[in-house]
C-alpha cells in the first residue's frame, strides 16, 4: 500500500508540474511569434549597412596616434574634408599637343561630378607619355559611389587613343568598397547554402536542417537590428570586415547551439518522452553547455575592447552582440519550433520510440578490459584511447608542434594597400602605370605639418631623406591648391608652378603658403609606392629625424603611409596585449564551469597547440600556395580569437557532458562515455563552422581570405584531433586527477583504474 501511495503521490507530481496543453501550446507560439517580428524588422536593414558603415582605415585609429592628428588638421589647410584620387592618362609614345588639350577637356569634366573639388591642371610627366590629374573626392559623401562617378566620365569622355585609370587613396576606397558589395548576398547565400547541405547529410531530413537555419537566421536578422541602430548612434564604428565576420559568427554559432539542442532532444525523444517532457529535458542539457560557450566567446571578444584600434573595439562588443542573440535563439526559438513540431522535424528517419540506448555502455567495460569487442566509429575510437592514451596524446602532440614550425614562416607585418583587393583593382592597376611615368608616390603624399619658423629646418630634413622626391606647400590662394618650396641661400622661397612669364611682363608675387594656428602644411611626395614597406620605412625615419632636430611633437607627419604605418604598429601592440588577456580570462571561466583546475589548463594548453598548428600550416599555405604577399598584424590576432574561443566551445561541449557521465560513472568511463555521446554532434557541428568561415574566402579581399582559412582549418583541426584524440587521451591519462581540487577528484569509487 505503501509503494502505491508513494507511486499515486509521484505521479500527481509530475503532473501539476507540467503546464496545460494550452501553455504548453501558448508558450511555444508567443516564443516562435516574438521571433518572427524581431526577425521580420530585423530582416530590411540587410541593405541598409552601408548608411552606417565606413571603410576609411584613418577613422580606426586612435586619436594619439600621430596620422590621426594630421588627419584631423588637414581641412585647416586645405579647406575643406577631402581624399584624393588620381587620374594616371597614358597615349601609345609622346602625348601630342592636341591630346594633352583633350586631357584638360577631361578635367573639366571630371569636375562636373557632383563630389568633386576643383581638379588640378593636368601635370605631364618627365617622358611626356603621361598626364596626371589630382581629383579631390568630397569625404562627407559617399566617397566610394563618387569614385565609381569619376571612372564614368572618364570612360565617357576619354578620347580615342588614350588611356585611363582613376588612381590614389579614393581609388583604392573605392575598390574596397566593391570588394565587400558581395557580403549582403553573395555571402550569406552561400554560408548558408554550405549549412543546408551538410544538415541534410548528417539529419537526412528535409525539415530539420530548415528549423536550424531559421534559428541561426533570425538571430542574425534581430543582431544587424541592434548592430545598426548603435553604429547609427555613434557608439561604435562598422565597415565591411567586421560586417562579414559578423554573419559569418554569427550563423556559425547558432547553428553549432543548435545542433547541440537538437542532439539533446532526439535522445529524449529515442527515450520515449513526449514532445514537451523532450523539450524541457533538452533544455536543461543543454542549457549549461550552450550558455558556457556563448559566454566564453563573448568574453574573449569583449578583450578586444583592450584593442587601440577601433575596428578591433568595434568588433567585441558586434560579434558578441550576435553571440548573445544566437544563444537565446538556441534556447529559446528552436525549442519552440520543436515544442511545435516534434518528432516530425526527424521525418522521414524519425526516432524510434523507446529505443535509445546507452550511449556509452558498451565503451565502459573498456576501462577494465581495453580488448573488449565495440561497435562503431566513436567506440573503435574509444578503445583505441583506452589501449594507447599516453601514446596517442604524445603522437598528436608532437605532429601539433611539428606544425607550429610553419609560424616562423608567418609574414604579418602588414601588406600594402594595393594588395588588400584580390582578383582585378584598377586603382592597383593604376598606381603601376602612374610609378611607371611619376615618382611611385604621387598622389598619395606625405603631409608634415610644421611650425611656420622651422619650415627652413623641415626642409633640410626632407631634402636630406632619399625617400623624398619632391615638397610642395598647401596653399589656398594657389589653384592647384599647392605651391613649390624650396630653400634658396638659407631662405625658403615658395613659388608657383607653370610657364615662365613673358619677356616685359612684371613680376609675379611671391606665393604664399596656407598659415593655420602657426603652422604650415608641407606635401612630400616619396620615392616609393605610398603603400609599401619602403615608404612606411622613409615615414619612420622622417619623424625620428624631426624629433631629433625639432623636439618630440613639433613636427607631425601623416598622410596614407603614415596611416598604414600607425594601423600596422597599432595591430602589432594589440595582439601582443590582448591574446595573454584571453588566455586568462577564458581559463578563469573553463574552471568555473569544470569546478577544477587541472582540465582547464588542458583544454587551454591544447587550444594554444591547435592554434599554433592552424597558424603554422596556413603559414606554408599563404606563402606557397597561394602566394599571398604577406598578412595584417590583426590575422594572427582575429584567428587567435576565433580559434580560441570557438575552440573551447567544443571541449566545453565534451568536457561538460565527460563530467556529467563521470559524476555517474566515474573518470575514465566518463571520458569515453562522454566522447561517445558528443562525437557525432560535435564533428557536425565543426563541419558547420569551418563551412561558414570558409564561405568568408568568396569576399576578394585578402585578410578575409586568410581569416577564412586559418579559421575554417583550425576548426576542423580542433574537431578531428583535438577534441576527438589529444584531449580525452591526455584525460584519460591523467585520470580523476584532471578535476583536482574539486570533490569529485576526491571521490573514492567510481574511477576503475584512475589516479
Not at 563541419?687 to 581570405?705: D, E, H, M, R, Y
Not at 579559421?711 to 584531433?721: E, H, Q, R, Y
Request: charged letters at 15%; proline letters at 5%; aromatic letters at 8%.
Amino acid at each position: 500500500m505503501t509503494l502505491r501511495a508513494d507511486s499515486r503521490r509521484a505521479a500527481s507530481s509530475d503532473r501539476s508540474a507540467t503546464p496545460t496543453r494550452w501553455l504548453r501550446i501558448g508558450i511555444p507560439v508567443l516564443l516562435v511569434l516574438i521571433w518572427l517580428v524581431g526577425g521580420s524588422i530585423g530582416g530590411p536593414y540587410f541593405g541598409k549597412i552601408d548608411e552606417v558603415s565606413t571603410n576609411d582605415q584613418s577613422s580606426f585609429l586612435p586619436s594619439s596616434a600621430e596620422a590621426t592628428q594630421v588627419q584631423e588638421r588637414l581641412a585647416d589647410f586645405t579647406g575643406g574634408d577631402t581624399i584624393p584620387a588620381v587620374v594616371v592618362v597614358t597615349g601609345d609614345g609622346a602625348l601630342s599637343p592636341e591630346q594633352l588639350a583633350s586631357i584638360g577637356d577631361l578635367a573639366a569634366a571630371i569636375g562636373d561630378v557632383d563630389g568633386v573639388g576643383d581638379v588640378s591642371p593636368g601635370i605631364p610627366s618627365d617622358d611626356g607619355e603621361a598626364v596626371q590629374l589630382f581629383v579631390p573626392i568630397d569625404t562627407s559623401g559617399d566617397v566610394g559611389e563618387t569614385v565609381e562617378a569619376v571612372r564614368a566620365a572618364v570612360a565617357d569622355d576619354l578620347p580615342s587613343g588614350l588611356d585611363a585609370w582613376v588612381t590614389g587613396p579614393a581609388g583604392f576606397t573605392a575598390d574596397l568598397v566593391q570588394g565587400f558589395l558581395g557580403i549582403d548576398g553573395l555571402l550569406l547565400g552561400v554560408a548558408l547554402g554550405a549549412v543546408f547541405i551538410i544538415l541534410v547529410i548528417v539529419y537526412r531530413s528535409p525539415l530539420l536542417p530548415i528549423l536550424v537555419l531559421l534559428t541561426s537566421t533570425f538571430a542574425l536578422c534581430v543582431a544587424l537590428l541592434t548592430v545598426w541602430w548603435l553604429a547609427k548612434a555613434g557608439v561604435f564604428v562598422l565597415n565591411g570586415q567586421v560586417q562579414g565576420i559578423l554573419f559569418i559568427l554569427v550563423i556559425g554559432a547558432a547553428t553549432d547551439y543548435a545542433l547541440l539542442y537538437v542532439a539533446r532532444f532526439r535522445e529524449a525523444i529515442a527515450q520515449g518522452r513526449r514532445r514537451w517532457d523532450a523539450t524541457t529535458t533538452a533544455w536543461r542539457g543543454a542549457f549549461e553547455p550552450i550558455l558556457a560557450s556563448g559566454g566564453t566567446v563573448i568574453a574573449g571578444l569583449l578583450c578586444l575592447l583592450l584593442s587601440d584600434l577601433a575596428t578591433n573595439r568595434a568588433l567585441g562588443p558586434i560579434a558578441s552582440i550576435g553571440i548573445v542573440f544566437a544563444v537565446l535563439s538556441a534556447l529559446t526559438f528552436l525549442p519552440a519550433l520543436l515544442a511545435l513540431v516534434g518528432r516530425a522535424a526527424f521525418w522521414p528517419f524519425l526516432p524510434k520510440t523507446g529505443t535509445a540506448r546507452d550511449a556509452g555502455a558498451d565503451v565502459e567495460a573498456l576501462v577494465t578490459n581495453p580488448d573488449a569487442p565495440v561497435h562503431g566509429f566513436w567506440e573503435r575510437l574509444a578503445r583505441l584511447i583506452a589501449r594507447h592514451a599516453r601514446l596517442v596524446w604524445i603522437v598528436t602532440t608532437v605532429v601539433l608542434l611539428a606544425a607550429s614550425a610553419g609560424v616562423l614562416q608567418l609574414k604579418a607585418d602588414g601588406v600594402p594597400q594595393s594588395d588588400l583587393v584580390l582578383g582585378a583593382s584598377e586603382a592597383r592597376d593604376g598606381q603601376d602605370v602612374l610609378a611607371a611615368h611619376f615618382a611611385a608616390g604621387s598622389g598619395s603624399p606625405a603631409y608634415v605639418i610644421v611650425p611656420e619658423g622651422d619650415v627652413a629646418t623641415a626642409l633640410e630634413v626632407l631634402g636630406d631623406s632619399d625617400g623624398v622626391d619632391s615638397v610642395a606647400a598647401a596653399s589656398q590662394d594657389s589653384p592647384s591648391g599647392q605651391v613649390q618650396v624650396e630653400l634658396s641661400g638659407g631662405d625658403v622661397v615658395y613659388t608657383t608652378a607653370g610657364p615662365p612669364a613673358a619677356a616685359g611682363a612684371p613680376a609675379a608675387a611671391q606665393p604664399a603658403p596656407t598659415v593655420a594656428d602657426g603652422d604650415v602644411l608641407l606635401i612630400a611626395t616619396l620615392g616609393d609606392e605610398a603603400d609599401s614597406l619602403a615608404a612606411e620605412d622613409t615615414v619612420r625615419e622622417l619623424r625620428g629625424a624631426f624629433a631629433d632636430r625639432l623636439g618630440e611633437g613639433t613636427v607631425l607627419v601623416g598622410g596614407p603611409t603614415a596611416i598604414d604605418l600607425d594601423t600596422n604598429d597599432t595591430s602589432i601592440r594589440d595582439r601582443t596585449v590582448i591574446i595573454p588577456v584571453i588566455l586568462l580570462v577564458i581559463l578563469v571561466i573553463l574552471m568555473l564551469l569544470l569546478r577544477a583546475v587541472v582540465a582547464p589548463i588542458l583544454l587551454i594548453l591544447s587550444v594554444i597547440v591547435s592554434f599554433g598548428a592552424a597558424l603554422g600550416v596556413s603559414a606554408l599555405v599563404f606563402n606557397h600556395v597561394f602566394h599571398f604577399p604577406g598578412a595584417d598584424p590583426a590575422v594572427p590576432l582575429y584567428g587567435f580569437v576565433f580559434l580560441v574561443a570557438l575552440g573551447v566551445d567544443y571541449n566545453i561541449f565534451l568536457m561538460s557532458r565527460v563530467r556529467e557521465e563521470s559524476l555517474r560513472h566515474g573518470t575514465r568511463p566518463g571520458i569515453l562515455r562522454g566522447l561517445v555521446a558528443t562525437g557525432g554532434v560535435i564533428t557536425s557541428a565543426g563541419l558547420v563552422l569551418a563551412a561558414t568561415f570558409a564561405a568568408l574566402g568568396v569576399i576578394p579581399i585578402l585578410f578575409l581570405a586568410q581569416l577564412a582559412f586559418i579559421v575554417a582549418f583550425g576548426v576542423l583541426l580542433d574537431t578531428f584531433v583535438v577534441r576527438s584524440l589529444l584531449v580525452p587521451a591526455a584525460a584519460y591519462d591523467l585520470g580523476r586527477v584532471i578535476w583536482w581540487p574539486s570533490k569529485l577528484w576526491r571521490r573514492d569509487g567510481g574511477d576503475s583504474g584512475g589516479r
